[in-house]
């Protein structure tokens, strides 16, 4: 097996606050970084705790010892490097993993991606590091990972749903999660023409399971559709959420250069102003082209601009 350059694991609140104690008393040194618990490093070791989850991303020099002489004994209370189709053989075993991105974000699309793994695409991507879209820093990262997915041969699907499609359907449908339903159900369908063979799709779980169900077209109703929370831990859900932001962040920089506007990530006050320059020099029609106009921060722009 390739050396280890990053690992993840889903935390209990215990075992985060535990872990971070743990830190402390190894003299790591803390900062801040945008999503996270805690951020600490040592010795070229990084390891960030973030709130969604939690989860605990680790990296850099002396991985592998650490996770097998501190995290696995003293934290999560197993050994688990290199153990990984013991602890869970599912992520070894013949299925679709879908995800998506942009759907917290004003600009931009809502990208919907999927991939397909067995046992060996699967262990190919988990020796290339592929892990969790949201545990890696860079676009670059980004774009290096997708490249590594699309050479690995592992059958996948996109979809990317622009913003004057999404309000339509958003308008249409009223319910983003019923929206997020039909996207998913569209990119099982297509895996599923893909490799009819497959028996199983995973997914991050709905705020309601029933609303997938029902979004399924013929193929889709016919394979097992396992949904649960922090499924980005599998290997096949992480490949899928790195080739959707890729499709994001793709997105944002084309179209953004094409106004010569940086259309920022989020819905921060950086993301407000440039709403606010959008519609200043293309007028707001434009707004509705680049952004997600459902959102509380697209009604606020013609009160700031009267305001300024």
């Known amino acids: 097996m390739p050396s280890l350059h990053s690992q993840t694991y889903p935390l209990t609140s215990e075992q985060a606050e535990k872990l971070r104690a ?13 999503y996270t618990l805690y951020a600490a490093t040592k010795e070229k070791l990084n390891i960030a ?10 990296q850099g020099r002396g991985l592998e010892d650490f996770i097998t002489f501190v995290m696995e004994p003293e934290i999560l209370g197993e050994a688990r490097l290199g153990y990984e189709e013991v602890h869970d053989p599912e992520q070894f075993a013949p299925h679709f ?22 046992g060996d695409l699967a262990r ?18 980004i774009r290096e990972l997708a490249q590594v997915i699309r050479d690995s041969g592992a059958p996948s ?43 199983r799709a995973l997914s991050d779980k709905f705020a309601d399971a029933r609303v997938l169900q029902k979004a399924l077209l013929e193929n889709g109703r016919k394979i097992q559709l396992d949904q649960r929370t922090k499924a980005e831990s599998d290997y096949a859900v992480a490949a899928a959420s790195i080739l959707a932001r890729e499709g994001f ?10 106004l010569g506007i ?16 959008v519609v200043r ?23 700031t601009i009267k305001e300024s």
């Open 97 to 118: 993993g879908i995800d998506e991105s942009g759907k917290g974000d004003l600009f931009g699309p809502l990208v919907v991606a999927g991939v397909y793994v067995d």
């Open 49 to 58: 705790v973030y709130e969604k989850g939690p989860k605990a991303l680790l």
């Open 262 to 277: 940086t259309l920022a990530k989020g819905v921060s006050a950086k993301v407000k102003s440039a709403a606010v320059e």
């Open 249 to 258: 962040i793709d997105w944002l920089d084309k179209n953004g250069s094409e």
């Open 157 to 199: 699907e996109i979809i990317v749903i622009g913003p004057e499609k999404y309000n339509q359907l958003y308008t249409k449908i009223g319910n983003l999660n019923r929206l997020l339903a039909w996207g998913h159900a569209r990119i099982i369908e297509n895996l599923c023409i893909r490799v009819p063979s497959c028996p």
């Open 22 to 34: 743990l830190l402390r008393e190894r003299g790591f040194t803390f900062q801040e970084k945008p």
């Open 124 to 141: 190919q991507l988990r020796d290339a590091g592929i892990r969790d879209s949201k545990g890696i820093g860079t676009d670059k990262k």
């Open 281 to 303: 020099m293309f007028g707001p029609g434009m707004l509705a082209k680049v952004a997600k106009m459902h959102f509380k921060t697209a009604s606020e722009i013609p009160s």
